[in-house]
């Protein structure tokens, strides 16, 4: 007779603990037909199900779950420059693209040096090397917010530590608290995982200040973690101390931790003051994100870190085993970055810092005069990070529905994209990046005048149109 299949079941209950396969005859088979010794406790015999008749490979519900909202909106629009007009893109969120703004050459070095050692091709524990650890855990300490090496983890850039961040604090069903304008990777990754995404209003003419009583509306039993991003993308916002330090009393009072994406951290201007959430934190457990990309303008290099904030022993272990856990899905960030680390963050010189800051203060400036003027936007000037957000009167531009057909035209008719602030779920606004060369800041903002007072129509020349 030939030998049937057998799923075994342990003590009845259909928890397959040590599963096998067993003939007909009472052994235990592998799926060789191989023997294997009987397994203990009760057995009962479920025939397995017959093999599948057709192909009928699905993609899972994470995969159909994850959008990222600015490849949505960007793919859906048509673009198409003017040939007459070379494309000026101030869309894109990557300093090194137009290459006017190189890392120094101190980071270069490190990079060269450590590749050089051989020290680092291999693999590094998921959570990163020892001493790159205490490097970073040295560079941020402060009294305030003290750092060793185990509250750090390295990470594939400050995606991943913000990935880590969101998985380790939230389940399915949970919500997180996000900004609105905000970086819309909170949300691609949240509800990929089945956490539901609420949004809390920032203030334009607060120069962009969380509505607090708004986020503070948002908070129930499910609320597992408030984002806040400082300084701010798309925004370009800086918080002040004041302002801090009433977010903090909010999460405080209803005991919610804070993922603090801090990726811009002292990318500020001149006249303002940078300060980490976790240096003003009393009670707060923060989870502090940040990374090389855009303070050393190396965003392809992906080196990123959680810091960990616990004063209190609130997070406990639990949470930053489960990140360690977590960090183990991925065998965590370049080894070679990571062995460079020490030189990058105590060799490079201040100088290069203040360039970078003042160059995007500048073209800050020049695009924020240049627009300020023209009838029909409102941009607000920034405080730091590398962009500046516009708001559109639509009203004054009644041929467009949105800011996305608004900057769309704008691609056509002038060869300057901005990407429409729908992507980051704030309509009637756009974002221009603000690290392309100056002259191309000017070129870019003359071009948008002349799209505007091209299309712009007072409420006067819409009653006389719609008369006639």
Request: net charge negative.
């Amino acid at each position: 007779m030939e030998n049937q299949s057998y799923e075994v079941k342990i003590n009845g209950s259909g928890i397959h603990e040590n599963n096998a396969l067993i003939g007909v005859n009472g052994k235990a088979l592998n799926g060789n037909g191989n023997h294997h010794k009987a397994v203990k406790g009760i057995v009962c015999l479920a025939k397995q199900k017959s093999c599948r008749q057709r192909w009928n490979i699905r993609p899972s519900e994470m995969s159909i779950n994850t959008l990222n909202p600015i490849r949505a909106i960007v793919d859906g629009m048509k673009l198409t420059p003017n040939p007459e007009k070379p494309m000026i893109a101030l869309s894109i969120g990557d300093p090194t693209v137009f290459g006017n703004l190189p890392t120094d050459d101190k980071v270069l070095q490190a990079m060269k040096d450590a590749i050089d050692s051989n020290k680092y091709n291999g693999y590094a524990p998921s959570v990163g090397y020892q001493k790159s650890r205490e490097v970073v855990a040295n560079f941020y300490s402060c009294p305030e917010a003290p750092l060793e090496a185990e509250d750090v983890l390295l990470t594939s850039g400050c995606s991943q530590a913000i990935d880590l961040a969101i998985t380790v604090l939230c389940n399915p069903g949970d919500n997180i608290l996000v900004p609105c304008p905000g970086f819309s990777l909170y949300k691609t990754l949240a509800v990929s995982l089945g956490i539901q995404v609420k949004l809390y209003t920032l203030l334009p003419e607060k120069s962009w200040e969380i509505d607090l009583q708004h986020m503070e509306s948002l908070i129930d039993d499910r609320t597992t973690c408030l984002i806040v991003n400082n300084p701010s993308n798309p925004c370009g916002s800086v918080y002040s101390k004041e302002h801090l330090q009433n977010i903090l009393s909010v999460a405080s009072k209803h005991c919610v931790p804070i993922l603090a994406d801090e990726i811009y951290g002292d990318m500020v201007f001149p006249g303002c003051t940078y300060q980490s959430m976790a240096s003003l934190s009393s009670d707060v457990p923060i989870l502090a994100c940040g990374g090389l990309a855009k303070r050393w303008l190396v965003p392809g290099w992906r080196l990123g870190w959680i810091l960990i904030h616990d004063k209190n022993q609130i997070f406990g272990k639990e949470i930053r085993q489960g990140l360690v856990k977590l960090s183990q899905r991925i065998l965590g960030a370049c080894t070679i970055v990571q062995g460079a680390i020490e030189s990058i963050l105590n060799d490079t010189p201040q100088e290069f810092y203040h360039r970078t800051i003042s160059f995007l203060e500048s073209n800050s400036e020049i695009c924020f005069s240049e627009l300020s003027t023209v009838p029909g936007l409102t941009p607000v000037m920034p405080s730091g990070a590398m962009y500046l957000m516009v708001g559109i009167e639509m009203e004054h531009f009644p041929e467009f529905q949105n800011d996305v057909q608004f900057t769309e035209r704008l691609v056509t008719e002038q060869s300057v994209f901005c990407l429409p602030a729908t992507a980051f779920e704030y309509p009637n606004y756009f974002r221009i990046v603000v690290t392309v060369p100056e002259e191309m800041m000017v070129e870019a903002c003359t071009r948008i005048r002349e799209f505007c007072q091209r299309h712009y129509r007072t409420c006067s020349q819409d009653s006389n149109e719609l008369d006639q």
